[in-house]
């Protein structure tokens, strides 16, 4: 009897042993991978029928004589007619910096002084079904 409950509990544990899902990018679905410095701020997003809204307070600290880099890519997006999701930037002084509605692929780069817009204090991701892979970097410099 002894030896029956040994063997069927190792066969248990072999047996009933499941290894985690291989992720080819690293990220989870519909969980934000944050990197949040007082000069860089990173999102990145595997998003599947995402429907939710993130508030995240940036550390960032600039002066005027700064200049914000932001890089924005999207990639792997499908859409239905009812997908309006957005990312918005404001700065310490709750003035919206952009606005941009995810819509489609896109890769963008821009720069721009931080005396025109002030410092980068708050971003929303607003999600309504969203399905993509998202990728955000603000680096101040």
Request: net charge negative; aromatic share 12%.
């Amino acid at each position: 009897m002894f030896i029956k409950f040994h063997l069927v509990s190792f066969i248990i544990l072999i047996f009933g042993c499941v290894e985690p899902p291989d992720y080819d990018d690293g990220l989870l679905l519909n969980i934000p991978a944050i990197i949040n410095e007082v000069d860089y701020f990173s999102l990145s997003l595997n998003a599947e029928d995402l429907t939710e809204n993130y508030i995240w307070e940036l550390e960032f600290e600039s002066e005027n004589e700064d200049t914000l880099f932001t890089s924005l890519v999207v990639k792997d997006f499908s859409s239905i007619s009812s997908d309006s999701t957005f990312l918005k930037l404001y700065n310490s002084n709750n003035a919206e910096i952009f606005n941009i509605h995810i819509s489609g692929q896109t890769t963008s780069i821009s720069d721009i002084a931080i005396e025109y817009i002030g410092n980068p204090a708050r971003l929303e991701l607003i999600a309504a079904k969203l399905n993509c892979i998202l990728d955000l970097q603000l680096i101040k410099q």
